[in-house]
């Protein structure tokens, strides 16, 4: 059975967030982070996304809220 790896380049996806701002102007960025960041690592990708434009956050259950929250992420 193969495995698939995928990697993600937390500068490239800065990049690209900031991009997606310039477009939308004042339209809030609600980035979603559920399923630790889809299995990327929540905590990491999302101080990215938050330095990178993002205005709220999106996550699926109360567990991965707090683990946010006791990451120091509000």
Excluded: D, F
Aim: charged fraction near 15%; proline fraction near 4%; hydrophobic fraction near 45%.
């Amino acid at each position: 059975m193969n495995s698939t790896v995928v990697e993600i380049s937390l500068p490239a996806l800065r990049h690209n967030l900031r991009q997606v701002a310039r477009r939308v102007g004042t339209v809030p960025i609600i980035a979603v982070v559920k399923a630790n960041a889809y299995g990327h690592g929540a905590v990491p990708v999302t101080r990215t996304l938050l330095t990178a434009g993002a205005h709220q956050l999106g996550v699926a259950t109360v567990a991965e809220g707090q683990e946010l929250r006791h990451a120091g992420i509000t």
